[in-house]
């Protein structure tokens, strides 16, 4: 699998091919500016991209705009965003088609680099990686709702499933059994109102359809 | 002996009162004499009625015109050389105050200032008399002053009369110090609406330079620290997974290092907040609110509604509201489970409203940081309320003006 790399910061944009290398992507270019990497993407149809939100010349949200362009012209690649700080509204719009595939992270999240080696390959497999900053503070935004049913460990395990993981996942993160996981999620589901499903990604569209994103 | 330092107050006074009024006399006479050929003049065409009348009446009164605002400032000088006043500039607009006094304070203190100069140049003259007088011709002196005894009894008199001019100068100085300032300045009212425009200026440069500050600082950090932290991060967590096959310790050492980058760049993201985060720029408000939201260490309901972006100076005033408001909830609100934050824009005030269900009891000055929120919103004209009944809920309603 080849992956590009767009990131501004020379320094960090080093550290990022080692660790993408590491996770068994061939790094196929590495630019600094949201041009460079619509060229790159052109001329190497990679698997992955993983892009800086904030870039020059504006240092604003062109990341975000090369990531939309690209789900257009090229479906196939996986889009995995690294930004400063979380904006649900980039969420929003890059969940907006589709959740296969696409990866919002929080910046400071690669230093954890084995998790975000999983969260690479994930978003790599057609998968998703939220950052839970992002379901955090769409909590934030709703209104009186039956999210307040929900038992501290059932947000815990919606916070989760929000980020993309699967229920093996979701049990190693909180140290329990996959069936009591399992049990959670069943739980969650009927006091949310939401439909079953069985695939990772249309699990998360579920979660973040009630959530608001995407609606 | 407190007689002794009034009575050197008075002499280091008096050369630069006299000064004053030396250059006052001349000053006011000239005013004097210029506004009455002037007025005569005008007088004098009234009531003649001839031809020419208009061309000359235009004339005189344009000179007038000319000559109030150059005796003003002639007069405004001399006190602010000569006395250290500073009488502000009058504005243009209304030259009445400034024609009153020419016109009637002219002849009034030209004269008493003419008297004070010559009784002391006349005492000066009389109290060295026993030295010039024998410069005289012999014949007059000896007809017109019997004899150049007289001139001892002269001398003491003139001693006698020099001795209080110093308190006659002073007390003419303050007489015009009194009155012509209030007169040649600006009206109290003008003064004070000048005042409140400069004030206010000062203020929102003050806030607004405060404010580039911190997002100075923010961006510095960004472009600088944080970069070099994550990166540092990164190649410690990079250590880590590859470096399998170290002993023990090098790998605790490793892990400490991993953590303790971690926790820098948390502590690092938290003080940027605290300032002045990126997102409040680049996002406005409401963004940044949901994210201030989202770290704070209890359930906080936010509803922001917001039909556009507000000026800067009132975004960062607003987050920093919410931002102390939170923190504050966290630190100090007794058994507080939940918060609400509700940001509305009504016509041109901003309200955010923060609640919460703690036992109440709060209160600003009690190290609780409300000072400083208290004292942020009214740097801007934003009112500040709260209202914490023992038992609670604490509300605290803040409201900015944010016209665009």
Not at chain 2, 161 to 179: D, K, M, Q, Y
Request: hydrophobic share 50%; with cysteine.
């Amino acid at each position: 699998m080849r992956a590009v790399i767009a990131e501004d910061s020379v320094l960090l944009r080093t550290g990022l091919v080692k660790i993408v290398e590491m996770a068994g992507f061939e790094v196929a270019a590495e630019t600094g500016n949201a041009q460079d990497l619509l060229t790159a993407i052109e001329e190497h149809h990679p698997d992955l991209a993983l892009i800086d939100v904030r870039m020059p010349p504006d240092y604003t949200d062109e990341g975000v705009r090369a990531a939309l362009s690209i789900r257009s012209t090229h479906p196939s690649t996986a889009l995995l965003l690294l930004s400063q700080y979380v904006e649900e509204r980039y969420a929003t719009t890059l969940l907006a088609t589709n959740t296969s595939g696409v990866g919002y992270l929080l910046k400071q999240r690669v230093a954890d680099v084995e998790e975000f080696i999983e969260a690479l390959r994930r978003v790599a497999n057609g998968g998703t990686a939220l950052d839970p900053q992002v379901v955090a503070q769409l909590l934030v935004r709703r209104p009186s709702t039956p999210m307040d049913r929900l038992t501290a460990r059932e947000r815990e395990v919606l916070t989760l499933m929000a980020e993309g993981r699967s229920n093996a996942g979701i049990a190693a993160q909180l140290v329990v059994s996959e069936s009591a996981v399992a049990k959670h999620i069943n739980s969650i589901l009927a006091k949310l109102d939401l439909p079953k499903a069985d695939a990772d990604h249309r699990r998360v569209l579920a979660v973040l359809h009630f959530l608001g994103v995407g609606a | 002996m407190k007689i002794l330092p009034r009575l050197r107050r008075a002499l280091t006074r008096f050369p630069r009162d006299t000064a004053f009024l030396a250059l006052g006399a001349p000053l006011h006479l000239l005013t004097g004499f210029l506004l009455f050929v002037i007025f005569g003049s005008i007088w004098a065409i009234i009531d003649g009625g001839e031809a020419s009348a208009p061309v000359i009446l235009g004339f005189l009164v344009a000179l007038t015109a000319l000559c109030v605002p150059a005796l003003t400032a002639a007069q405004r000088w001399r006190f602010r050389q000569l006395l250290g006043v500073r009488i502000p500039r009058p504005s243009w607009r209304h030259p009445w105050r400034q024609l009153g006094y020419h016109s009637m304070t002219g002849a009034l203190f030209g004269t008493l200032e003419t008297l004070v100069v010559a009784l002391l140049l006349a005492g000066v003259a009389a109290a060295l008399s026993p030295l010039w007088i024998y410069a005289l011709p012999w014949q007059w002196r000896v007809e017109h002053l019997a004899g150049s005894t007289q001139a001892i009894y002269f001398a003491s008199a003139a001693l006698a009369v020099l001795a209080a001019v110093p308190s006659l100068t002073a007390a003419l100085v303050r007489l015009e110090c009194r009155t012509s300032p209030t007169l040649l300045g600006p009206s109290r009212a003008e003064a004070l609406a000048r005042q409140v425009e400069d004030l206010t200026e000062s203020r929102a440069g003050a806030v607004n330079a405060a404010d580039a500050e911190r997002r100075r600082i923010e961006r510095d950090l960004h472009d600088g620290a944080q970069q070099r932290l994550v990166s540092l991060a990164l190649n410690l967590g990079l250590a880590k997974a590859t470096l399998t096959d170290l002993t023990p310790e090098a790998r605790e050492v490793i892990n400490t290092a991993h953590r303790e980058a971690k926790e820098a760049i948390e502590e690092l993201n938290n003080l940027v907040r605290g300032l002045h985060p990126a997102v409040l720029d680049e996002r406005g408000l409401d963004a940044a609110l949901s994210g201030l939201a989202a770290r704070a260490p209890l359930p906080v309901r936010l509803k922001v509604d917001l039909p556009q972006r507000l000026p800067p100076q009132i975004e960062a005033v607003a987050y920093f509201v919410v931002s102390e408001a939170l923190t504050n909830i966290a630190k100090h609100a007794r058994d507080a489970t939940k918060a609400d934050a509700t940001v509305i824009q009504l016509a041109d005030i901003l309200r955010l409203v923060i609640t919460d269900d703690g036992l109440g009891g709060a209160a600003p000055g009690k190290g609780s940081g409300l000072t400083g929120l208290a004292q942020r919103v009214r740097s801007v004209d934003g009112t500040f309320r709260l209202s914490s009944p023992a038992g609670g809920p604490t509300t605290m309603t803040v409201e900015l003006p944010c016209a665009q």
